[in-house]
Structure formats: structure tokens, C-alpha cells
């Protein structure tokens, strides 16, 4: 087994008053030859944004663009005509494609917004740019992997333009899952709150890891935990 872990405490970011973001890999000032992704995998930032504070209308292309709201409300727009509040449970897709510009803010004035933003090279450039929302209650996600993101749209996920599926699960202390990983396909850990094990390995809140070379992923919680499993080719 190939066990890489990002410890949380070792990620770059910036704390601008109004944002305190975590990068797990190089984003724009913060720049490490060696942590640029993993596999198609570009972008892990776990950002926490001040009530009234966000980002302002600006450009991407050429990327999944995926957000996953922990805590707090994210109000989102975008030139495709999108406008909304996500809120706990709601994760958004993006496919930025030929061209999209949006913005995002905390669509509180009284609590901080806690979300990951991910994002995820299409498997071809100047793609037709969409924009899709799931709302995933913590239900779907006890004790077992839910499906997020797909490049299918299989069992309700929001599809990508990628061979890469993402699920999330909350595992109460003691509780295991299990994903088995296909011939030649790596997998991403990244804990979004409390401790687990994977395959035996210790990971705590904020902190990754990549797997690779085993049959099957095991993640077992140490206490109430949460984390995204990503399936990469």
C-alpha cells in the first residue's frame, strides 16, 4: 500500500481578516512543487468567510468547480443565470467549461460560512460550461459513503466532465466503511471534522491523504468524523 499523508498544520493558505483559508495544494500565492494535486485533482481549499464578506463576480474556465458547505449559508451567482443560498448539505457543481464568471459570499450577517471549495480537471478543455445543486442530508451520509459527484450523475450525484467520483460520509465513533478501489485508481481522504483511520493510518480534521496499490479503502472513526472520498483515475 502506497499511504501519502497532507497533514493539516502543513497546508499553505492565508488569513486575510475576512477569509482564513486552508490550501491543501497550490493555489494562487501559496505555491509547492510538491503538492500541485493528485491525479486530475487540482484544488482542496477549505475556506471560512466573515458575515457580509465574499468573493466578488469574477472568471473561470476550464475546470470542475465543486463546493461543499459544512456550516453557515454561501450565496452564489453566476452568468449562467444560477442564483441561490447553499446551505449545510448542499453541494453545488460547476463546470466552468468555455467560460463562467460568478461570485460567492456568506449569505450571513451573523455567523462565519465554512465550506470546501474543490476543483477538478475536466478530462477535455473548452467544454460546454454548466451548473447543478444536490441537497445531501446528513442522513444520506451516516455510517455509509454517499455519492456527491460522478462523471454519470449515477444514484442522484451531480455529474463532472471527469472519471472521478467523490462521496462523502459522517461516521459515528467505532463505525467503519469500506470503498473498493479499482486496478490502477488512487483515492483522496480529506477530513472535514474528527479523527479516523484509514487503513490503519491516523487522520484528524483538515488533514489528507492519498492512497494507492490496495483493493480497499478503510476508513474507521475514532470519534464522530467527517470526510470526502475521492476516486481517481
Not at 453557515?72 to 453566476?78: K, M, P, R, T
Not at 442564483?83 to 467560460?99: C, F
Not at 473498493?180 to 491523504?209: F, H, M, P, S, Y
Not at 492519498?210 to 470526510?227: L, P
Amino acid at each position: 500500500m502506497s499511504f501519502i499523508r497532507r497533514p493539516s498544520t502543513e497546508r499553505g493558505g492565508e488569513n486575510m481578516g475576512w477569509l482564513d483559508s486552508k490550501h491543501s495544494f497550490s493555489f494562487g500565492h501559496y505555491y509547492d512543487p510538491g503538492h500541485m494535486g493528485y491525479r486530475a485533482l487540482r484544488v482542496i481549499n477549505e475556506d471560512r468567510v466573515r458575515p457580509g464578506k465574499g468573493f466578488g463576480r469574477h472568471g473561470h474556465r476550464d475546470m470542475e468547480i465543486i463546493s461543499y458547505v459544512v456550516s453557515g449559508a454561501l450565496a452564489h451567482a453566476d452568468t449562467l443565470g444560477s442564483k441561490g443560498v447553499l446551505k449545510r448539505g448542499d453541494v453545488q457543481a460547476m463546470s466552468a467549461g468555455t467560460g463562467v464568471e460568478h461570485s460567492e459570499f456568506n449569505g450571513s450577517d451573523a455567523e462565519d460560512v465554512h465550506f470546501l471549495q474543490i476543483w477538478i480537471l475536466p478530462e477535455a478543455g473548452n467544454l460546454p460550461s454548466a451548473y447543478a445543486q444536490i441537497n445531501v442530508p446528513d442522513e444520506e451520509k451516516r455510517d455509509r459513503l454517499r455519492l456527491l459527484v460522478s462523471p454519470d450523475g449515477a444514484e442522484g450525484s451531480l455529474r463532472i466532465n471527469q472519471d472521478a467520483r467523490l462521496y462523502a460520509s459522517i461516521l459515528e465513533a467505532g463505525a467503519r466503511v469500506e470503498h473498493q478501489l479499482a486496478a490502477g485508481r488512487g483515492a483522496w481522504v480529506q477530513v472535514v471534522a474528527g479523527t479516523l483511520a484509514v487503513n490503519g493510518k491516523v487522520l484528524e480534521a483538515g488533514d489528507g491523504a492519498a492512497i494507492e496499490d490496495v483493493d480497499t479503502v478503510t476508513v474507521t472513526a475514532s470519534d464522530t468524523a467527517e470526510f470526502l472520498l475521492f476516486d481517481l483515475a
